[in-house]
Structure formats: structure tokens, C-alpha cells
């Protein structure tokens, strides 16, 4: 769980700075979809993280969604365009959100 915060808070400390992204449904269905595969959380334990995330606003879910898809591109994209603050509650997301839904 704690390995794809890792990776979301490394990317989001190399950003840079810019205006928000554009955020889409599938974003936060691919994040809740990604949950049960890369960590094995049940469904309600992915619900809990589609819910945390619909919190995000649409930038920091296009780039959380990207980081979880590994899409290098689209990271590189949404990166651009979310300033620092939003990146770092972007990459502190998981680590957060992972621990607290894989109790349910």
C-alpha cells in the first residue's frame, strides 16, 4: 500500500508549477479499479478510496490516476499544471487514504 504513496509523493516532488488539469469519471474509476489490483483491498475498501479521491480536486485526480496507470506522459501532463501544494496533497493521498480504507 505504502509503495504506490512512494511513488505518487516522489513524482509529485519533482513538479513543477502550473494550472489544474482537466479531471474526467474515469479517473477516479480507474483509481478505484487500480486499488483492488495492485492492492488487493476489497470493494468496499476501494469504494472508500474512489471516495477519498472524489475530495481531490480534478488535476490532483488526473495526475493520481496517471501515477497509478503508470501513464509516464500523462504524469509528465498533470504535473505541468497543478502547483506544489496540489501535488503534495496529490502524492500524500494514497499513503493516506490506503491505510484508512484498508480497514473497512
Known amino acids: 500500500m505504502a ?3 512512494n511513488i505518487i509523493t516522489a513524482a509529485a516532488l519533482t513538479a513543477g508549477l502550473a494550472p489544474a488539469a482537466t479531471a474526467a469519471p474515469e479517473h477516479l474509476a480507474a483509481i478505484e479499479r487500480e486499488c483492488g489490483r ?9 469504494r472508500c478510496m ?4 472524489a475530495k481531490l ?5 488526473a495526475f493520481v490516476a496517471a501515477v ?3 501513464d509516464k506522459q500523462a ?5 505541468q499544471k497543478l502547483s506544489v ?11 493516506t ?3 484508512q480504507c484498508s480497514q473497512r
Open 3 to 5: 509503495r504506490i504513496g
Open 97 to 99: 487514504a490506503s491505510s
Open 57 to 61: 480536486n480534478d488535476g490532483q485526480q
Open 68 to 70: 497509478v496507470l503508470k
Open 38 to 46: 495492485q492492492l488487493g483491498m476489497a470493494a468496499e475498501g476501494c
Open 50 to 53: 474512489r471516495d477519498r479521491a
Open 85 to 95: 501544494q496540489e501535488l503534495t496533497e496529490a502524492g500524500t493521498f494514497l499513503t
Open 75 to 79: 504524469q509528465a501532463m498533470t504535473r
